[in-house]
């Protein structure tokens, strides 16, 4: 039973940086055919694909959002972490860590919903 | 990379079966056989309804089928029920190890 948790703040004011933590169970990310990612969705609006990680660290990001974004592993701990810096109003939204196998998202987290204001 | 083009909103009748499009470009949609299909109720997390453009995973219903042509690729429902009134959204491979979201669908049954 595969099952993820995101944590995180859930204000943030504009300009800082927001840091996730995706916690999983029930698979490994050590091995190249799994891979986490993070998707956000501000309210009342469409799924925005943001960032993945796989089992061999490889990375990506979503090409108009790159240069804010960071994800890493920690396979000791089975957990994901997110970060997107300078933070804005337009960022505020429910933020999921989903498992991707192959070319899917077949299991998701909760969400969190993050506020970004002053 | 822009998102993959859907109707905002379809709706129809308890039995009626519906069509959503979900169109993108000959660099993703087009050139790969790998488009998702997500529904997602109020509050809750996107649900996996179709991978690989037409299958479904165990537990899907029957009624839930995809297909694709060209750079468009389409969810339909069959025998609607009120249960399936939700959010659809579209997701498919855009080379490279990225990704791409539809804009959403509002599936009202009347």
């Known amino acids: 039973q595969i099952t993820l948790r995101e944590s995180g703040p859930t204000v943030v004011k504009p300009t800082q940086t927001l840091t996730l933590t995706c916690t999983f169970s029930?698979?490994?990310?050590?091995?190249?055919?799994?891979?986490v990612g993070w998707i956000r969705q501000p309210p009342g609006k469409a799924l925005e694909w943001l960032a993945l990680?796989?089992?061999?660290?490889?990375?990506r990001y979503s090409p108009s959002l790159k240069s804010r974004l960071t994800i890493t592993k920690d396979t000791s701990k089975d957990q994901v972490v997110f970060t997107m810096t300078n933070m804005d109003p337009v960022d505020t939204g429910t933020y999921f860590c989903a498992h991707k196998r192959g070319w899917d998202f077949d299991f998701w987290g909760q969400g969190t919903l993050v506020t970004v204001s002053s | 990379q822009s998102a993959l083009t859907q109707p905002a909103s379809v709706s129809g009748s308890p039995g009626q079966s519906i069509t959503i499009s979900c169109t993108g470009t000959?660099?993703?949609?087009?050139?790969?056989?790998?488009v998702s299909w997500y529904q997602q109720h109020p509050g809750k997390a996107p649900k996996l309804l179709i991978y690989a453009g037409s299958e479904r995973p165990s537990g899907v219903s029957v009624r839930f089928s995809g297909s694709k042509s060209g750079n468009t690729a389409s969810l339909t429902i069959s025998g609607l029920q009120a249960e399936d009134e939700a959010d659809y959204h579209c997701s498919a491979y855009a080379g490279d190890r990225l990704v791409i979201f539809g804009g959403g669908t509002k599936l009202t049954v009347l």
């Open positions: 990680i796989y089992g061999d660290d490889d990375k």
């Open positions: 029930g698979f490994s990310l050590s091995s190249g055919g799994e891979s």
């Open positions: 000959s660099n993703d949609v087009g050139r790969y056989d790998h």
